[in-house]
């Protein structure tokens, strides 16, 4: 079983349409949460950070729940700019070198 | 203006050969790392450093070499070790002082002919 697991999709919705991701990690001792947006060719980039108590940017919300070991991100009225591939970043501790990435959610919005 | 950039953005390489990718940042982050990233999979950690003239091995180390004799560079050696060297390689840097949030280099394409 992988460290962190993500549904690959593809998920492919309409302009407008709201759409939820999933990530589940198997080490309990996990610390901080994050999700990265990656176009494609290109380099990850912090989309955010998710807090125990949830938290919301814009479009955007993202909730954690330690005691079933997952977060999620929800994206609200998609954008066709919303396209590109969301991977989940769990850090055992804040150590260097603890980051484990999910394989990645892609998701095509379609107008 | 402050980042990270990686030379060159492709690079190809004959079998049995090493090669040497380039990463530079002007952040004055302490900590870098290089990932590798496999088509439709997400990012292995290759080596990390969190100071000068120190480095760590990450997951996926064999086959590869790195050095950080200087705060702003942290070079990698792909070596003909590397069975399967063809992937995307992404170098990242962090500030120890705001810790966990990774920035990333555009990414070095390498292909071995």
């Known amino acids: 079983r992988k460290e962190v697991e993500q549904d690959p999709g593809p998920f492919n919705v309409p302009e407008g349409a709201t759409v939820a991701f999933n990530c589940t990690y198997s080490?309990?001792?996990?610390?901080?949460f994050f999700w990265y947006r990656q176009d494609c060719r290109k380099e990850p980039k912090l989309l955010m950070s998710?807090?125990?108590s949830g938290n919301e940017d814009g479009r955007f919300t993202a909730q954690l729940n330690r005691a079933s070991q997952y977060i999620s991100l929800l994206i609200r009225d998609s954008k066709l700019s919303d396209s590109a591939t969301y991977l989940c970043?769990?850090?055992?501790?804040?150590?260097?070198?603890?980051?484990?990435f999910g394989d990645g959610t892609t998701l095509t919005v379609k107008p | 203006d402050g980042g990270i950039t990686q030379s060159p953005k492709y690079l190809f390489r004959k079998e049995g050969q090493n090669v040497t990718l380039s990463c530079e940042q002007n952040?004055?982050?302490?900590?870098m790392y290089w990932y590798r990233q496999d088509p439709g999979q997400g990012l292995r950690l290759i080596y990390y450093?969190?100071?000068?003239?120190?480095?760590q091995k990450g997951d996926i180390a064999e086959g590869y070499s790195v050095s950080r004799e200087k705060k702003e560079s942290f070079p990698l050696t792909v070596t003909s070790a590397q069975k399967n060297p063809t992937a995307f390689y992404l170098c990242?840097?962090?500030?120890?002082?705001?810790?966990?949030?990774?920035?990333f280099g555009p990414g070095t394409r390498l292909t071995v002919l």
């Open positions: 450093s969190q100071i000068v003239n120190d480095f």
């Open positions: 970043v769990v850090n055992i501790n804040t150590n260097a070198g603890k980051s484990t």
């Open positions: 080490n309990s001792a996990s610390q901080s």
């Open positions: 952040l004055n982050h302490d900590a």
């Open positions: 990242a840097s962090e500030d120890r002082g705001k810790p966990d949030t990774q920035y």
């Open positions: 998710v807090y125990s």
